[in-house]
């Protein structure tokens, strides 16, 4: 069974401060990752892609991927009390993982 | 551009009884996927389409789970007989593949809640 990790949390942090999500997969063939962002009572949403090796930065949102230790995580710089929502990982064939919730504090 | 259509929003039935959730993904959208999200976890996908063709359905409980796709277009999620655990929101979506071809953006539909009594 392929699977995909995440802690579950919930992860809290300081308006402004940077929040860290990680993400662990044991399917070594896959070559793209996804992070979605899921508020509450709401469907996912796409943030992020990566498929190479390394950082990918779009505005406060960095993504980064070891493929050789099989793991992917974003950070959220300069949190805001909005990015409060739990980020789902998924890989290439669109499995997902548990989700880590969460919270910025004003 | 119409976003991923499900209905109904909501569900609430008993134990033993059938339930079926629609779904009509983003027009020319080819792939199809249905999840199950109980409260508190992720996204489980059930099943994925590629036109009228079943890719995998290796997570649906076959003895309960059914899933259509007749004309390529829109879905049909399937539960008989439903389970207390069934409870969850179902959710639809259809991808937008990227220039390469390899993977793409998953757009989701509201989903449709179950309540299982």
């Known amino acids: 069974q392929k699977e995909v990790e995440q802690n579950s949390g919930p992860l809290s942090v300081p308006e402004g401060a940077i929040a860290s999500l990680n993400c662990t997969y044991s399917?070594?063939?896959?070559?793209?990752f996804f992070w979605y962002r899921q508020y509450s009572g709401k469907s996912p949403e796409l943030i992020m892609f990566?498929?190479?090796?390394g950082d990918k930065e779009d505005g406060r949102f960095t993504a980064q991927l070891n493929k050789a230790s099989q793991y992917v995580s974003l950070l959220i710089r300069d949190s805001q009390p909005s990015d409060s929502a739990t980020y789902l990982c998924?890989?290439?064939?669109?499995?997902f993982g548990a989700g880590t919730r969460l919270t910025v504090k004003p | 551009e119409a976003g991923v259509a499900q209905s109904p929003r909501y569900k609430i039935i008993e134990k033993r009884q059938s339930v079926a959730f629609w779904c009509n993904p983003i027009?020319?959208?080819?792939?199809l996927y249905w999840y199950q999200q109980i409260l508190g976890q992720g996204p489980k996908l059930l099943i994925q389409?590629?036109?009228?063709?079943?890719?995998?359905d290796s997570q649906l409980p076959k003895d309960r789970f059914s899933a259509e796709r007749l004309k390529g277009v829109d879905s049909t999620l399937k539960i008989q007989p439903a389970k207390l655990e069934d409870s969850a929101v179902y959710l639809c979506?259809?991808?937008?593949?990227?220039?390469?071809?390899?993977?793409?953006?998953?757009?989701f539909g509201e989903g449709s809640r179950l309540t299982v009594l």
């Open positions: 998924a890989v290439w064939d669109m499995r």
């Open positions: 399917d070594r063939g896959s070559q793209s």
């Open positions: 990566i498929y190479s090796n």
């Open positions: 027009s020319g959208h080819a792939t």
């Open positions: 389409f590629q036109n009228n063709g079943v890719v995998d």
């Open positions: 979506a259809s991808i937008q593949w990227h220039r390469t071809g390899n993977t793409g953006e998953l757009f």
